[in-house]
């Protein structure tokens, strides 16, 4: 049997080991899981190898699902594009809508366009305009890499995908688990109504925040205002 072709079954028996279970089917065994760990720890390392060969990020969030012709879809590719016109490095998870558009604004630029992929069931695809990509298999991996070094980040209009990433980036800033940095949400009309139900349910309602909290990010509604929020944000290393 050829070297390549051993090589290329063992990928596959691990690639088999590491799986999540399929739906509806009993979890491995304990060893099993236990090369999962692995997998995870291998991603990880490779992950923060990655992202420590750039500078000055600044990562964006967004819809897949927004197309070519949705404003926020031309509002990212414009803020992707002054971006990298003030030799910022773009950073999204490197799919399809806001994504691509980011992507795409970076890369006309001239500066690096990154995109951290992950595969899942529908709409997720690597967009064309990712100069620099890494793969991942767990979300939750590919998530720490998107939050580690970034000095800045831009939420658009999104799914729940979108406002997992925008909590969880907020809840790092309240706990001082990370710096203070720009959180930028552009699109008011989106944004204003999630900030609303914050202000009345969340803090008022049930006192569960400080005003402060509120603070932490802002809400803006063109590329031009985000930048202004951005341009003079400090460089920060891995968390």
């Known amino acids: 049997m050829k070297k390549n072709t051993k090589k290329k079954i063992r990928e596959q ?3 088999q080991i590491t799986k999540i ?3 509806g089917k009993k979890g491995g065994r304990m060893s099993d899981i ?3 760990i692995f997998r995870i720890m291998a991603e990880f390392i490779e992950g923060f190898e990655f992202i420590s060969e750039t500078s000055r990020e600044v990562t964006i969030f967004g819809s897949a699902r927004t197309d070519k012709k949705n404003k926020w879809y031309q509002e990212a590719e414009m803020l992707g594009k002054i971006l990298g016109q003030n030799n910022f490095t773009v950073i999204t998870g490197g799919g399809p809508g806001i994504m691509e558009a980011a992507n795409k604004g970076a890369k006309e630029a001239g500066t690096m366009s990154i995109g951290l992929n992950i595969q899942l069931p529908q709409e997720q695809r690597i967009n064309p305009y990712v100069t620099k990509g890494k793969g991942f298999y767990y979300f939750f991996t590919r998530k720490v890499m ?3 070094s970034a000095q800045a980040y831009v939420f658009f209009p999104g799914g729940f ?6 909590f969880e980036i907020i809840t790092l800033v309240q706990t001082e688990k990370i710096v203070k940095i ?3 949400c552009i699109g008011k009309d989106y944004w204003s109504k999630l900030d609303k139900f914050i202000g009345q349910v969340i803090l008022n309602g049930y006192k569960s925040i400080d005003a402060q909290d509120r603070k932490i990010y802002h809400i803006v509604d063109s590329a031009e205002e985000a930048y202004e929020l951005i341009k003079d944000s400090e460089e920060r290393t891995i968390f």
């Not at 995908?161 to 925008?166: C, K, P």
Request: glycine residues 4%.
């Open 161 to 166: 995908g979108t406002l997992d990433e925008f």
């Open 34 to 36: 236990t090369w999962r």
């Open 13 to 15: 028996e691990f690639e």
């Open 146 to 148: 998107m939050a580690a």
């Open 182 to 184: 720009p959180v930028i």
């Open 21 to 23: 279970p399929v739906k």
